[in-house]
């Protein structure tokens, strides 16, 4: 079983609706959470960055933390074909090594 | 803020010659990188871990005499490529620790012909 499990997708969602992306993890010792959105050939870009369970909202993202059930989730409202990309959760413990889910492919369509 | 700057953004190479990628934190000091490679459509795989001033550790199944890390200075961290072979071709992308999470930089494809 893998650390961090997250559906590869793909995923294609009209233009304006709200995309639920998801991840699980094993491993109670991961204390941060992360999001980052990935375009094609390109380095990760964070998105929201997250240490307790709860919401967390910037903008049209808001991240969910829920550590009881080991599952963590980002929500897009009002998507735009902008969002289009690879979201990759990410965590980390006491290492200080991330370790990722294998990234959920978005398409919004106009 | 908080900004890595990574050199080149692609390279070709032929088989057989090394290649050297830089990345270099811009506007923070960076105590420790992480070098990590990515196939396509597949999520990223740390290759080792890079600490300012001592030797880096590698992953497990990652050869060190192949991929060299070198970390001289807190803002300067390098990953050099040796006898590369078109196996090795791949995306490479640094990362570096900031006060709310990690930055990375924008990757470097290699391609050996």
């Known amino acids: 079983q893998k650390e961090v499990e997250q559906d590869p997708g793909p995923l294609s969602v009209p233009e304006g609706a709200i995309v639920s992306l998801n991840c699980t993890y094993s491993n109670s010792a991961f204390q941060y959470f992360m999001w980052y959105r990935q375009y094609s050939r390109k380095g990760p870009e964070l998105l929201m960055y997250t240490y307790s369970s709860g919401n967390k909202e910037d903008g049209r993202f808001t991240a969910q933390v829920d550590k009881s059930s080991k599952y963590i989730s980002l929500f897009i409202r009002d998507s735009q074909p902008s969002d289009s990309a690879t979201y990759l959760c990410a965590m980390v413990g006491g290492n200080e090594k991330l370790t990722f889910g294998t990234g959920t492919r978005l398409t919004i369509i106009p | ?113």
């Open chain 2, 1 to 113: 803020g908080a900004v890595v700057s990574q050199h080149p953004s692609w390279v070709i190479c032929k088989s057989g010659t090394s290649v050297k990628i830089e990345c270099r934190s811009l506007d923070f000091q960076a105590t420790t990188m992480f070098w990590y490679r990515q196939f396509p459509k597949q999520s990223l795989m740390l290759m080792a871990t890079s600490n300012e001033g001592s030797k880096a550790t590698y992953e497990q199944g990652v050869e060190k005499d192949k991929f060299l890390i070198n970390h001289a200075s807190l803002t300067l961290s390098t990953l050099t490529v040796t006898s590369a072979h078109p196996e090795d071709s791949s995306f490479y992308i640094c990362s570096a620790r900031k006060p709310l999470g990690y930055t990375f930089g924008s990757g470097t494809r290699l391609t050996v012909v």
